[in-house]
Structure formats: C-alpha cells, structure tokens
C-alpha cells in the first residue's frame, strides 16, 4: 500500500531503471517481477549468458528487459570519451576506461548520458562503491551542496509511517547540511504520502543541554529558519519531546512539531544508524531505504543483505524520482 500511488504513477511509462548486478537471484526475480506488473524497464547489466541461463532455470520471464554485457559493448568508446570529459583531466583514457568495466561506473554514466532514467545497485557493491561514482558523474542538483539518505519506517498496516535521516551517507554533517538534510527529507516524506512535521533531534530541548553537538543542532534550524521552506519544523528537540505529545507541549509549549514529529533528523550517522535499526528491530517495523537525496538524478543503493521485495519497492521509488 505505501507504493500505491508511486506505481499509479509510473505504470506503463516504460521508465528505463538500470540494475548494475544483473547476474544476482534477487536483482533477476525483482525485473521479472517488475517486467510483469509493467511498472519499469529493468536494464540488466553483467554477462548475458549468465543471466538469461539464470532466469531460465529460475523460471523468471526477463524477456522485455534491456541486457547489457560491458565487456562487449559497442558504444563503450564513445562512454570512455564521455567520462574523460566528464572527469576534465581528473582522470586519463585508460583510468576512465579501466574503472568503465566495473559496472557501478557503466551504469551511472548511463544514466548520466540519458541512456536510462535512475539506476539502483547495492546487492553486492557497498554503498561507497554506489555512491562514489554518482558524486563524481551525475554530481549534485542545482542548490544541494551535499548528499544525504532518508529511510521509511513503516507498519505492515501503514497505521504508523515515519521519515528519518541520516542513517547511512552523511557522517557528521554540518550546520548547513543538517539543514539541508532537513528538507530532503520532507521533500521524501511527501513523496510517500506523509505531511512533513520536521524534528530536529539532539539530546537537549530547547538549551536543557549544552555542548557542540547541541550547538549543531541549534544553527541547523537557525538556518532553516533563513530558508522560507514550506513545512512546519522545530529543533532542537529530545525524541520524547518530538514525539510524544505530553512531553512536547512540557518542553516545548506551542510548536506545532513538538510531540506530533513524523520526519526525524539525527544529528550524526551514529545515532541514526543505531536508531532506525532499534526501531526496525524492537517496534517490527518495516524499513525502506536508503533513499539517496541531493543528486542531480535518481540513483539509490541497496544493502548487500537486500531481499528481492527490496530490489523491487527501490527500482519503484527510483523510478517515481525520475518523474
């Protein structure tokens, strides 16, 4: 149900998503599934061979994807001079041509070059090896200054549905990125349906405490206050204070946010990876992400222990970016 109205709004469109492990069992089930449902185009990259002896085995019909073998491919020049470009003397033929047979970097500057519409890779590469090539091909959007990643929590039932960020890029973002992170992730929150009420969280409300990382906290929203955004926001706030409404109306009377949160931004990776997985864990909830935000084109990543259902849910999401 959570995906409901991204598939309404990418059925039939023939939307091209590129899948940089073709081979995989789960990335392989997830196409013939999606093929089926007529919601993507998956662009399947590895050897052929292999993959369509694996789908046939399997029995997954793969017969409208797009298959790509990179180590004959005979467009492959013309995508090494495109990088070379790309990279401006970052980078030699040779490097480019070298790192174009990995096909996390074939698959991004595919994308890059229009020759599909997002890519989704991650069940057998990190998400560095994901991300690296994205920053230095496809590069930032206009305005972003940083990239960030937003997860949906979510009951079965949907009775419960929450954004958070971030849990698996940004390391220890600043003032201005927390800021920024603030507002990619509401942007993600409406794109599964939910109002964004923004938490800024810290472990003080409103100065209880004090410190650097509270500080941080307290500049992020100082920053989003200069923004003119379009989305009710408050910080810095406990998550008992953000979440529970008793508590938010004690320490923080009259937000609008305080004790209502549905969208939560942590302040480092730390606490947030730490957090969502306490969530995920203890509250079975479901977890969808990470969502990449702040890239100048749909790319997203997989966890290398991803199931089939999470190839699928992120080639939709992935899709529903590029519209």
Not at 16 to 37: M, N, Q, Y
Not at 51 to 80: C, N, P, Q, R
Not at 172 to 184: F, I, K, N, V, Y
Not at 207 to 230: F, I, L, P, Q, W
Request: with cysteine; glycine share 8%; hydrophobic share 40%.
């Amino acid at each position: 149900m959570l995906l409901d109205p991204m598939i309404k709004e990418i059925k039939g469109k023939k939307l091209k998503i590129v899948l940089t492990e073709g081979h995989d069992p789960r990335v392989l089930e997830a196409a013939s599934k999606l093929l089926a449902e007529d919601l993507v185009v998956p662009v399947l990259i590895g050897d052929v061979k292999v993959i369509e002896d694996l789908a046939k085995e399997k029995g997954w019909d793969i017969s409208g994807a797009e298959m790509i073998d990179v180590a004959t491919y005979d467009k492959f020049d013309e995508m090494v001079s495109t990088m070379v470009e790309l990279r401006k003397g970052k980078q030699t033929a040779e490097e480019c041509a070298k790192l174009l047979k990995q096909t996390n970097y074939f698959g991004t500057l595919m994308v890059k070059m229009g020759m599909a519409n997002g890519l989704v890779g991650g069940a057998t590469y990190s998400t560095a090896d994901t991300v690296r090539p994205a920053l230095q091909l496809v590069k930032t959007k206009p305005g972003s200054k940083s990239v960030s990643s937003g997860l949906v929590l979510y009951k079965d039932d949907e009775s419960e549905k929450y954004v958070c960020g971030d849990c698996a890029i940004a390391i220890d973002p600043t003032s201005d990125e927390l800021a920024e992170l603030g507002c990619e992730l509401a942007k993600t929150a409406r794109m599964f349906g939910i109002d964004p009420r923004v938490a800024f969280l810290s472990y003080s409300t409103k100065g209880s405490g004090k410190g650097d990382a509270v500080t941080k906290v307290v500049e992020a929203v100082k920053k989003v206050d200069e923004m003119n955004v379009d989305f009710e926001y408050d910080g810095e706030l406990q998550f008992d204070a953000a979440f529970v409404p008793e508590v938010g109306q004690l320490k923080s009377p009259g937000s609008k946010v305080a004790g209502h949160a549905n969208v939560f931004v942590f302040p480092e990776i730390q606490s947030g990876n730490i957090g969502y997985k306490m969530v995920q864990r203890l509250g079975k909830f479901n977890a969808l992400g990470p969502i990449l935000q702040g890239l100048n084109a749909p790319i997203n990543d997989l966890s290398r222990g991803c199931s089939t259902r999470d190839v699928y849910e992120m080639c939709i999401v992935t899709a529903a970016q590029s519209i």
